[in-house]
């Protein structure tokens, strides 16, 4: 672990290095180790350099995977910094605890939407210390009050006497003073940056193609392999032939990892190549027979026991439902789904006797040994060095979604690298990201609802089966589990098996959320909005289904239901409006509604469809997101527009089968993706809020399969239980 460095240690450090202001701030809820002054992070915060050229580095501490957030922070620090964004730069921060807090859980991860709102108050903070530093430098340079001074575009202004000063100008003497403990922030009035449609930084690198990715990584001496991997899910390796493949051209080594059996190779090529020449004699274990048919019937059989964990009870659902005659049973299925990231797994890792140097398009750079440590840790377990000896230089990502916070992969480059004595780069096929994903768990709900003699719903029953993503890693986090330290279990349940569900906004007196978890030998992770996708797609399904049964218009009945949920009522009254909602439509189209709450944020949205022999088309999709306040707006629009085309991919598309063990999927062919002539237009509108800033990057997607699905309902007149979305001509 990082040594603890006092704050002026630090300074004195910076201002030996010559390298201008160096500012590392400590603020309320972080970590409390303070990284060393040539590498190690913020904690939490970005690290803010001020160069002596006036130029300002901000060390962005969460992985850039196109959600932009190599823009949305340092705009946080830049705000209150009054830096001239055109002086403005970034660089991918190293692996540190120092970024862990409590909304990550004490890791260095990107996901759950949390970059924002981990650092909005953090990065605010780091930018306003190191502004109060700038003009207290400047105020003792002139012998003046620090009051009569201000900041302003990377330069302190001292009006009375005209003078002025650039920060590369007073970076030094800066250095040498003490870190303001508290520091008043910007009134939200006077923001120059936040909530304006601020150039991304990363865009000028990207038109020129200089984004280094996975498999862009290239040092001295470095290796390619390529991995053999078990066809069943859960198998191993039994024994292997390597003769052949270590005499294909090219091909240095044939070792067996953790994870199947590697051909290390000169070139990519050459790596395939003795790959395909492998023989290897399987280990199949248990699953031979696993299929989607047995998924189903476990699913099946745990939704007809009586009880499970109950994770929300309101009142007396079932009494309630068994009274009233209006009442609706039905169920509702979701299946498997693969990441398919745009680049498939790809690592490189050079393990030496004193160190390791990792090149991870990664998603977890640090985390708690309780937590398996991220990437650094996995890389130091397996290398058998300390944490501290493992430099992570996180790549662009290619796409993550989840994926790439899962550790095989990097395991796979470590091993290699470890056993052949060079730098090693794994990169994995689509056929292999296919067929060996930590997949979205299928899920099965069962709803009972029943309405009054008016028609309002005063019943809701949901019982939900399905696997759970964090029972993988009950084994390590078994103490915090069971004493529920970490606030992670519902009543006994998984949260992200819950999330969207347990949560429903709508008022309706007697409510039942249960749980039964599945297991079922077929990996699970981390999904774009994880438990919320599946979920919304359920509870906005059934929802629609009450409103037909009251026989009220789908908007007009959610409203009734949203009186006291304000925030929800905004999104959906938006959405509603800009997409014309009771207005006509040209023959052969149908509009559907979803609302859903996730990550912090709210969104709405309506989807206008047709079908035509089977086939759904999705012309226009209107959302309204309420994410609190907004760093920038072009972002957030991006973000729904992305979320949106990838929650289309599953509604339409999307699932992965299991037949003898085996992922039936290998490649695009049998897993599309949504096409570009497919795309419907997406207009995104945002709702004014003063509240703290939410999540962006996955709360577009829950409210789209719903939507779409609502649609098609209503269009057809046959309600859409299942995903993806396949009917009849």
Known sequence: MSPVVSRREFLKTGAATGAGLVIAVQLQGCAKQAPP?????????????????????????????????????????????????????????????????????????????TAVPNGWVPLRQAGAQAREMLLSAAAARWGVDRATCHAENSRVLHEASGRSATYGELATAAAK?????????????????????????????????????????????????????????????????????????GVRAVVQLSGGVAVIAEDFWAARK????????????????????????????????????????????????????????VEYEAPYLAHATMEPMTCSAD????????????????????????????????????????????????????????????????????????????VWTREDDMRHDFYRPVTLHVFEGAVDEAGRPVAWSHVIAGPSIMARYLPSWMPEFAANKM??????????????????????????????????????????????????????????????????????????????????????????????????????????VAVAESFGSFVAEVAEVSVTNGVVRVHRVT????????????????????????GLTAALKGEITIEKGRVKQSNFLDYPLLRIDEMPEIAVHLVPSTENPGGVGEPGTPPIAPAVANAVSALTGTRVRRLPIRLSS
């Open 487 to 592: 606030g992670m279990l519902k009543h006994g349940a998984d949260p992200t098996s819950v999330e969207g569900a347990e949560n429903i906004p709508y008022g309706i007196a007697n409510v039942r959320v249960d749980y039964r978890r599945a297991e079922i030998p077929v990996p699970v992770g981390f999904w774009r909005s994880v438990g919320s996708s599946q979920n919304a797609f359920a509870t906005e399904g059934f929802i629609d289904e009450l409103a037909d049964l009251a026989g009220q218009d789908p908007v007009a009945f959610r409203r009734a239901l949203l009186a006291d949920k304000p925030r929800h009522r905004a999104v959906l009254d938006l959405a509603a409006e800009k997409a014309g909602w009771g207005t006509p439509l040209p023959p052969g189209r149908a509009r559907g």
């Open 177 to 249: 003073l003490p870190v303001p403990e508290t520091v008043r922030l910007k009134d939200p009035k006077d923001w120059k940056l936040i909530g304006r449609p601020v150039p991304r930084l990363d865009v000028p690198a990207v038109v020129r193609g200089e984004p280094v990715f996975a498999g862009d990584v290239r040092v001295p001496g470095m290796l390619v392999a390529q991995v053999e991997r078990p066809p069943v899910l859960g198998g191993s390796v039994k024994s292997f032939d390597d003769a052949e493949a270590r005499a294909v051209p």
């Open 37 to 113: 002054a040539s590498t190690a992070p913020f904690a939490p915060n970005a690290w803010v350099r001020v160069q002596d050229d006036g130029s300002v580095l901000i060390e962005v501490d969460r992985s850039e995977m196109g959600q932009g957030v190599s823009t949305a922070l340092p705009m946080l620090v830049a705000e209150e910094l009054e830096a001239d964004w055109s002086s403005v730069r970034y660089e991918a921060a190293p692996a540190n605890p120092a970024y862990g807090n409590k909304l990550t859980r004490g890791m260095q991860v990107t996901g759950g939407s």
């Open 351 to 426: 393990v030496r006797p004193d160190g390791v140097t990792l090149w991870a398009p990664t998603q977890m750079q640090w985390g708690p040994k309780t937590f398996g440590g991220g990437a650094q840790g996995t890389a130091a377990t397996i290398a058998g060095v300390d944490m501290e000896r493992v430099d992570v230089r996180t790549t662009k990502l290619g796409g993550g979604f989840g994926r790439r916070s899962e550790m095989d992969f990097i395991a796979d480059a470590v091993e290699a690298s470890k056993a052949i004595g060079a730098p090693v780069r794994v």
């Open 623 to 646: 959302c309204a997101i309420d994410c609190g306040q907004v760093v920038n707006p072009d972002i957030v629009t991006a973000q729904m527009e992305g979320a949106i085309a990838y």
């Open 274 to 329: 003795g790959r395909e020449a492998l023989v290897v004699e399987w280990d199949e274990g248990p699953n031979t027979a696993l299929d989607s048919d047995a998924v189903r019937a476990t699913l099946r059989a745990l939704v007809a026991q009586p009880k499970g964990a109950v994770v929300r009870q309101d009142g007396d659902a079932p009494g309630t439902i068994a009274s009233l005659t209006r009442k609706l049973r």
